[in-house]
């Protein structure tokens, strides 16, 4: 049983299967339509992507529970290791900076600067890749949300 993955798969399941529980339980958290045209009332989604989450957290715990303990770990697992930490800091570290950001300004497009800075440097990709993805990921999440699902962004 590998450790991480059986206190990760534990974690998972009771956050997603927590957000279920409370969107179901809040009043103002609808999952059927509350309008006359069948949009999806405000819980739909929370209970719809906490489920999924609980269930992907349960196959984890699963498959971590199947699996066999590696006893001997090679020095580059150790590298990995810490090249993972580092890669989980500045992601927390970027995602925090793009809140504190989008509170201050409420700009649509700070999306993708952020996401050509995030990809830049801390998956150290190409300047090309990174803006090219970012237009695309921020031109398709405009277009489900925006055109699709009527939300509005300030841009």
Do not use: C, H
Not at 54 to 70: A, F, M, W, Y
Not at 142 to 149: D, H, M, N, S, T
């Amino acid at each position: 049983m590998r450790k991480g993955d059986a206190i990760s798969g534990i974690a998972i399941t009771l956050l997603g299967f927590g957000v279920v529980v409370y969107t179901l339980a809040e009043n103002t958290m609808r999952f059927n339509a509350q309008t006359s045209d069948g949009v999806p009332g405000a819980g739909f989604f929370p209970v719809l992507l906490g489920s999924v989450l609980g269930i992907l957290g349960i196959v984890l715990l699963i498959r971590s529970i199947r699996e066999k303990i590696e006893k001997a770990q090679s020095a580059a697992a150790s590298e990995e290791t810490k090249k993972n930490i580092k890669m989980l800091v500045l992601t927390i570290t970027a995602i925090v900076i793009f809140f504190i950001l989008w509170q201050l300004t409420k700009l649509f497009i700070l999306w993708a600067l952020a996401l050509v800075v995030f990809l830049n440097f801390i998956f150290e990709r190409t300047w090309k890749f990174n803006i090219i993805y970012s237009l695309v990921f921020v031109a398709f999440i405009y277009l489900a949300f925006v055109v699709g699902f009527s939300v509005q962004f300030n841009i």
